[in-house]
């Protein structure tokens, strides 16, 4: 393995985002790819926000997805301890360090301070940022307000008029002053917790991470990272920022676009490896322009260059028509277990034998091709696990056709006299009935498939009628027949 070591360092606060995944995945092709150590950091310092909860669930989805990581709070290295709640010493030795070398002092204003100075700056036309009034304080002055009882924070100094440039591996040189970027930012909170500006450099400086791969979110960040590490005598990363994906609307995808949070997705049914094939294009697209590939495939062609700066589309039809390629290819074994959730939630069914398991398997055989994601079975099937199938106003047009009760009396008288009904009879017989009823073709099957189903369209009534059994076939023929005016 290389030098090379890039992270990816999600927060529990919450369900993990579709942007945050995609952000794991390309760091992680980025070190599958270049032979780079991969590291998994918790950045848990929002303790109110924070929850083991949401740290497990991270490391569920990343799982889920086919992510591995090579170091990580579960995975020790030697640069651990891999959660920020484990390394508050660390932070507040580089703090101290830094007030020290008059690269950062203690700040008593109160919030009603900053709201004063920021609401002269509007007044002023000026942009607002921290006006530097406590950066000269006089120890006597500091003692006043630890009387008072004010709980400082630690500001970090930003020079004034420094030109902060980085190249982005995705976007290029980007250039920006140092008087936009809001005055002493503080690193330290009154708390004690370190902010995200400030415990990011300590952590990838220390857990030597060469190359910090994020979304383009944090392009104003950097600037405010790359003066720490100069203060800290740091060596700089090499910083690559990613798109946003947008909604169809190409506005940042949120909530309004639909499911955001890649939890929703595995629950379901789509399948990891449509998801990680569907992620990974993302901004980004093999030389050969293939679109369906394995992770095996999409690590060996992999280049971090080919990512594109252009935002990417949240298509949730591609990610639709992907998984169903996927549902195709996979067993129906598979299938069925991805389905049993499902169906089980709309109460469909409940204990499962080795019967059952096996019928279940003929019936989602029926729909597995058509499916876009697994939860869509319980409904398309559902006439498989209800008593009585419901006529919509269109059916029963069909119904009251006029060769309808002739058909369906025949097939009902037919069925009624065996004991078992099987695909070969049914074929059989359907054949045999059209002779015998002079009824053919669309006359003949599209009354019995309503009857049956309640539906105008479907799988194969040779298929659909042994499944459904004898019983529940004559009784919702009996009905149909009953609604024939």
């Avoid at 450099?201 to 220390?206: E, F, P, R």
């Avoid at 006029?402 to 017989?429: F, G, M």
């Avoid at 042994?466 to 919702?476: C, S, T």
Wanted: glycine share 6%; net charge negative; hydrophobic share 35%.
């Amino acid at each position: 393995m290389s030098n090379l070591r890039v992270r990816f360092a999600p927060s529990p606060t919450g369900a993990i985002h579709i942007g945050n995944i995609r952000t794991a995945l390309f760091n992680y092709l980025f070190s599958r790819s270049e032979g780079a150590t991969f590291v998994l950091r918790i950045e848990d310092t929002d303790l109110e926000r924070s929850s083991k909860e949401f740290e497990e669930l991270i490391f569920k989805e990343l799982e889920w997805l086919g992510i591995e990581w090579d170091e990580g709070p579960d995975k020790p290295g030697p640069y651990g301890p891999y959660r920020q709640s484990e390394r508050l010493e660390i932070y507040h030795k580089f703090a101290q360090k830094l007030i020290e070398e008059k690269k950062a002092y203690r700040c008593y204003c109160t919030p009603e301070e900053l709201e004063e100075d920021r609401r002269k700056a509007v007044e002023r036309g000026d942009i607002p940022c921290y006006s530097g009034r406590c950066r000269y304080l006089t120890k006597e002055q500091e003692e006043a307000f630890i009387r008072e009882g004010r709980k400082p924070v630690i500001r970090f100094i930003v020079p004034d008029d420094e030109v902060v440039e980085f190249e982005d591996m995705i976007k290029g040189k980007i250039t920006i002053k140092s008087d936009t970027l809001g005055g002493d930012m503080v690193i330290v909170k009154s708390d004690g917790m370190p902010t995200y500006n400030f415990a990011v450099v300590i952590d990838d400086a220390l857990m030597k991470i060469t190359h910090v791969i994020r979304g383009e979110d944090h392009i104003y960040n950097t600037p405010k990272q790359i003066l720490i590490y100069k203060a800290l005598g740091f060596e700089i990363p090499k910083f690559a920022h990613a798109p946003l994906i947008l909604g169809p609307d190409r506005t940042k995808l949120s909530k309004r676009h639909g499911n955001t949070y890649i939890g929703q997705y595995r629950e379901l049914g789509y399948l990891p490896e449509a998801m990680f094939n569907f992620l990974s294009l993302l901004s980004w697209s093999p030389e050969d322009n293939v679109e369906i590939m394995s992770k095996e495939e999409i690590i060996k062609k992999f280049n971090f260059r080919r990512i594109h700066s252009a935002n990417p589309v949240f298509d949730i039809e591609k990610l639709n028509w992907m998984n169903q390629q996927y549902i195709q290819k996979s067993s129906v074994e598979r299938i069925v277990d991805l389905a049993i959730p499902h169906l089980r939630r709309a109460g469909y069914i409940d204990e499962i034998d080795d019967m059952v398991y096996n019928w279940l398997k003929d019936v989602i055989s029926l729909y597995k091709d058509g499916l876009q994601y697994v939860a869509q079975i319980a409904e398309r099937a559902k006439m498989f696990f209800v008593e009585e199938v419901n006529y919509l106003d269109e059916t029963i047009k069909i119904l009251d056709s006029p060769n309808s009760k002739i058909v369906l009396e025949a097939v009902k008288k037919a069925i009624e006299e065996v004991d078992e009904v099987t695909e070969e009879y049914v074929k059989d017989l359907l054949k045999k009935l059209q002779k015998e009823t002079k009824v053919k073709g669309k006359e003949f099957f599209l009354p019995i498939r309503v009857a049956i189903t309640g539906e105008d369209h479907g799988p194969e009534l040779v298929k659909i009628i042994p499944l459904l059994g004898k019983d529940k076939v004559i009784n919702r023929l009996k009905k149909a027949i009953s609604l024939i005016k």
